[in-house]
């Protein structure tokens, strides 16, 4: 059996420029992997099995990591099967890509288990397909993120930074924060370049000025709980808090030891969590 790291990711910067033609909306963002991460142990079966003993977390079909494995069986024509066990450590519909990150581990652990010989570049072409997240999920680390978010450029960066997570008990779907978005008055359009420009240099005090995400105002508006959230750690940190994805997780760059501590003493029915940024989105764990 192998066991697969699927790391969680942030939107450091997110803008929803607007709406385009086909139903999606065009997007300007950077993508953070995180050192967060879902398990998956992943073992050759008959046929395609997903389980996850997580509540409201899907087993079978309706897994993104069961889409992947049918996906790749169908188009290389593989006989062989595999089962696919999901230990879940990052909050669903929270805006943290943790269905996706599943989805993304499943093809780089499938093109192991059945030798399948695709490239990465491969495997964020096909992960396209399940989602808009999910190449990011493949590629993992800092990326510019463009199109519906699968049109990726690397982001050079300084090194790693700290990085907390507070995640409001509250579950947003995505579709409806997009109307949200589409009928708020005043988007913010949050500039990208001040950010490229502080990944680089590792200077993380600009970067936690140049965070921003037109999500935030009007799932906030909808969402007292999320609105509560940002205020109650906007008083405990000052700056470089911003709301990730659609929400409900919002991301804190670069706090201390002890503003962690006051997060989880004020928030306490919400999930806090605080480690590093990380380089890379899927890795193998170990084999036994
Ligand atoms: O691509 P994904 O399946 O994650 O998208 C889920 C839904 O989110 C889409 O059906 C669409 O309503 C919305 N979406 C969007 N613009 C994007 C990504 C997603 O409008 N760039």
Redesign the pocket.
């Known amino acids: 059996m192998t066991k697969w790291l699927a790391r969680a990711k942030v939107n450091l910067v997110l803008d929803v420029v607007g709406p385009r033609a086909d139903?999606?909306?065009e997007?300007r963002t950077i993508f953070q992997s995180i050192e967060l991460a879902d398990v998956l142990s992943v073992e050759p079966a008959d046929g395609i099995a997903v389980v996850c003993a997580a509540p409201g977390v899907p087993d079978g079909p309706g897994n993104l990591a069961f889409r992947a494995a049918a996906r790749l069986r169908e188009q290389f024509k593989v006989d062989a099967g595999c089962r696919i066990a999901i230990e879940k450590r990052i909050p669903a519909a929270a805006g943290l890509g943790g269905g996706s990150a599943d989805a993304a581990a499943a093809l780089v652990a499938l093109n192991d288990l059945w030798g399948l010989g695709l490239t990465s570049a491969d495997l964020v072409t096909l992960a396209a397909e399940m989602?808009?997240?999910v190449p990011f999920m493949v590629a993992g680390g800092t990326c510019l993120g463009t199109g519906?978010?699968e049109l990726l450029t690397p982001v050079a960066t300084a090194g790693r930074f700290p990085i907390a997570v507070v995640v409001p008990p509250v579950a947003v779907a995505?579709?409806a924060a997009?109307q949200a978005v589409d009928r708020w008055p005043t988007p913010l359009h949050p500039d990208i370049e001040p950010a490229i420009a502080a990944l680089r240099s590792g200077r993380w005090r600009d970067l936690a000025a140049a965070v921003g995400n037109t999500f935030e105002a009007p799932v906030a508006a909808g969402e007292p709980r999320i609105a509560e959230a940002l205020a109650t750690i906007r008083g405990i940190v000052r700056q470089g808090v911003v709301m990730s994805g659609s929400g409900s997780a919002i991301a804190v760059i670069n706090p201390s030891p002890g503003q962690v501590e006051e997060l989880a003493r004020a928030l306490p029915d919400c999930f806090v969590w605080a480690g590093l940024t990380a380089c890379a989105g899927v890795s193998r764990l170990a084999t036994n």
Do not use: A, F, I, K
Request: proline share 8%; charged share 15%.
């Open positions: 139903g999606y909306h997007l989602g808009s997240d519906r978010g995505t579709p997009y």
